[in-house]
């Protein structure tokens, strides 16, 4: 035998291990987490009005498309007025876009004699407005809805 023989072939076991480290060492496994907790807003609304409306968070700027396909869910009319409302610059976030992603539901879920409203993610705003789509097509800001989201430690 020659001190140096290398021309035995490589068994099955060995073979497969071999092609096992090159497939790994060619194409690395990475792993990507979205984990803790995120900024999120819930809005209770005591005494809602009667019939469909919808609430939104106004926002200083941002056109991420939150809604995406969830659009065609919602009433088009009242997503107008979200869409096309204004204030100081200011727009509706889950309608028109925020920086960064965020979901909600514009019309809440019942609790009650009470309708709750959850926003959460990255794309919660540090400050933001409310804007309420009425049952009878108005639009609006109430009066001293400025606030900021719960930030959880």
């Known amino acids: 035998m020659k001190p140096f023989d290398t021309a035995r072939p490589l068994r099955g076991g060995a073979r497969l291990a071999l092609c096992l480290c090159l497939l790994l060492a060619l194409f690395p496994a990475v792993a990507q987490a979205d984990m803790g907790p995120?900024?999120?807003?819930?809005?209770?609304?005591?005494?809602?009005?009667q019939g469909e409306y919808y609430l939104d968070l106004?926002?200083?700027?941002?056109?991420y498309d939150n809604l995406g396909d969830r659009?065609?869910?919602?009433?088009?009319?009242?997503?107008?007025?979200l869409a096309d409302?204004?204030?100081g610059g200011w727009h509706a976030g889950l309608t028109v876009g925020t920086r960064a992603?965020?979901?909600?539901?514009?019309?809440?879920?019942?609790?009650?004699?009470?309708?709750?409203?959850?926003?959460?993610?990255?794309g919660v705003p540090d400050r933001f407005k409310l804007l309420v789509a009425t049952p009878e097509g108005g639009c609006g800001s109430p009066t001293g809805s400025i606030g900021s989201p719960f930030r959880p430690p």
Do not use: C, N
């Open 38 to 49: 995120k900024p999120q807003v819930i809005v209770v609304v005591e005494h809602p009005p």
């Open 58 to 63: 106004l926002v200083p700027e941002g056109d």
């Open 71 to 81: 659009r065609a869910q919602y009433d088009p009319q009242k997503l107008a007025l």
């Open 85 to 87: 409302y204004r204030e």
């Open 101 to 122: 992603p965020m979901w909600g539901d514009l019309q809440g879920e019942a609790r009650g004699e009470s309708r709750r409203h959850t926003f959460g993610y990255f």
